[in-house]
């Protein structure tokens, strides 16, 4: 390999496009990294994130020349199992490459680039990416220590500002949300039926615990119900008595993004009389037909109403925050750097002993194990440490520089090694990161 590999992100999320785009290229996208390491593509490896306000990919190609075909190849795809146009998804689609890479997925890990700011449920969709992806074969080394710094990342922020105290996060700011839509502030009376059973239904059966509700009813269109609630309470419905639920509820929450979608119709015909009700929709695909909002006596919370609603953070905060990012993402790329280097050198250092080991047996060969033998071969392994000591400097300064490509390719034109090198990312430092600066760099391509 001539060079170190690259990283590349395509990204589509709430900060560039509204949130109906971005629920049409999530949908069904989720096997493209499977699907793009079993094509043709120069992609190496891919890991998708996709949250309830964002979809994206993160690939390894090997080299700068491959994130054209790289790019053009995941657009296919997703446009394949989308039905939406290539198009549409390339418009939609921001690019990323090298230190922009780990910028973004660290400030979207720590939540700082969430419609809620400092929210605590991104990291843990971070996490569940990678284990994902891990589970599925598409990660690569490269892959899974970025992510895994991200991780480490996040858990710093939250616990060296004042972003993670706040403990805020797309649900809770809902619930509030909620809580001032609603006559009866007391959780605790309230019916009410959640729709779904992954990780934001998760996190909004906790959320719910902690306000002291404990009338909780949970649906899932594919039946998971019961499992669900057997390990965190609630009672599970079906599709039986969901109905009736439904009729004496006081809040219904969607957090499933399944096809299986509550219409206003459906309702609409419900025996409630003029019983309020609220409906919380968090599902990036709608749970709940946006109609219902405009049912007599139903108030509609959707992901829009959140980001909106998300309460500003003090500047000081975010600047910590951003710090903190910036930091470890310079950090992150230095130490890959370092490992180009590594690599470098152990490849080098491996050829110049096997040439010194054959000349040392030549001269066992022809000298026996003779004193004068052993000052010869002294003599040799301390000529070779001398000769080696420049190159090994040359390869870690070059590597600091962000060129160990050029030092690898020195090595294959001179002594036509190949060496297998991680990710290597130059870092472009920034004097000051105020509040309002943009966390990454981010270029729009066509497609």
């Not at 019916?191 to 998760?202: D, E, L, M």
């Not at 250092?349 to 000052?375: D, P, Y």
Request: hydrophobic share 45%.
């Amino acid at each position: 390999m001539g060079g170190t590999v690259v990283l590349l992100s395509l990204v589509a999320s709430h900060s560039d496009i509204d949130l109906e785009t971005v629920a049409k290229i999530s949908a069904d996208a989720s096997q493209v990294a499977s699907v793009v390491l079993a094509s043709a593509s120069p992609i190496a490896g891919a890991i998708t994130l996709a949250t309830c306000n964002r979809y994206e990919i993160y690939c390894e190609v090997p080299q700068f020349e491959d994130v054209p075909a790289a790019r053009s190849e995941v657009i296919t795809h997703i446009s394949a199992s989308t039905g939406l146009s290539e198009a549409t998804i390339s418009t939609a689609l921001v690019s990323k490459t090298e230190t922009d890479v780990i910028e973004h997925l660290f400030t979207v890990g720590a939540g700082l680039d969430s419609a809620v700011i400092g929210e605590r449920e991104i990291a843990g969709q971070v996490r569940r990416a990678l284990n994902e992806a891990q589970t599925a074969g598409t990660a690569t080394g490269s892959l899974v220590r970025l992510f895994q710094s991200a991780s480490r990342t996040a858990k710093d922020v939250g616990s060296r500002t004042s972003l993670g105290s706040r403990g805020l996060s797309v649900v809770s700011v809902a619930l509030d949300l909620a809580t001032d839509l609603s006559s009866e502030s007391d959780w605790g009376t309230k019916k009410i039926v959640i729709f779904g059973t992954g990780a934001y239904a998760g996190a909004t059966m906790s959320l719910l615990r902690e306000r002291a509700a404990h009338n909780v009813s949970v649906f899932s269109s594919s039946g998971r119900a019961e499992a669900f609630v057997a390990s965190r309470g609630g009672s599970p419905l079906d599709e039986e008595t969901l109905e009736a639920a439904l009729e004496t509820a006081d809040v219904i929450i969607g957090c499933s993004g399944s096809d299986h979608r509550l219409m206003a119709a459906d309702i609409a015909v419900l025996d409630r009389g003029a019983r309020p009700l609220i409906a919380i929709d968090l599902a990036l695909t709608n749970d709940f037909d946006p109609e219902i909002g405009t049912l007599e006596s139903v108030e509609l919370i959707n992901l829009e109403s959140v980001r909106m609603a998300a309460p500003e953070e003090q500047s000081q905060s975010l600047r910590e925050a951003r710090s903190i990012v910036l930091d470890a993402a310079h950090s992150f790329a230095a130490e890959q750097r370092e490992r180009a280097a590594d690599a470098a050198i152990v490849a080098l250092r491996r050829h110049t002993q096997a040439v010194l080991e054959a000349e040392v047996q030549k001269v066992r060969a022809q000298h026996g194990c003779t004193a004068a033998a052993e000052e010869v071969e002294f003599a040799m392994r301390r000529m070779m440490r001398q000769l080696l000591h420049v190159p090994t400097v040359r390869a870690r300064e070059l590597a600091a520089e962000g060129r160990a490509g050029d030092y690898i390719e020195a090595l294959q034109t001179l002594y036509g090694l190949e060496v297998e090198v991680p990710v290597a990312p130059s870092v472009k430092r920034k004097e000051s990161c105020p509040a309002t600066e943009a966390p990454a760099k981010a270029v729009r391509q066509a497609g």
